[in-house]
């Protein structure tokens, strides 16, 4: 059983950056993909960005250039690391590896 907890959500203004980090309470080094998600009110969840155990990476169409993800498995933490923030980056900010999910991180960029 693996737990994901994520941290480094906010409100700032639009231009402004985040961190997310996602701490996992087991290895995730076994974890071949670990990705964000994000829910914005009124709509499904979608993928953000995924990285692979092999440090492969990929990104929705509307955050490239803008994000980066990346993760460290001697310390068992994916980061997303937001810049160039829009009002339409607002969410909650989920973490995933396999069937496992965190709570999520509030994230708000105010216009």
Do not use: H
């Amino acid at each position: 059983q693996v737990q994901l907890v994520e941290s480094g959500g906010g409100l700032v203004q639009a231009g402004g950056s985040l961190r997310l980090s996602c701490v996992a309470s087991g290895s995730i080094f076994s974890i071949y993909l670990m990705a964000w998600y994000r829910q914005a009110p009124g709509r499904q969840r979608e993928l953000v960005a995924a990285v692979t155990s092999g440090g492969t990476t990929n990104y929705r169409d509307t955050v490239k250039g803008r994000v980066t993800i990346s993760r460290d498995n001697a310390k068992n933490t994916v980061y997303l690391q937001m810049n160039s923030l829009k009002p339409e980056d607002t969410g909650f900010y989920y973490c995933n590896g396999n069937e496992y999910w965190g709570k999520g991180a509030l994230v708000t960029a105010s216009s």
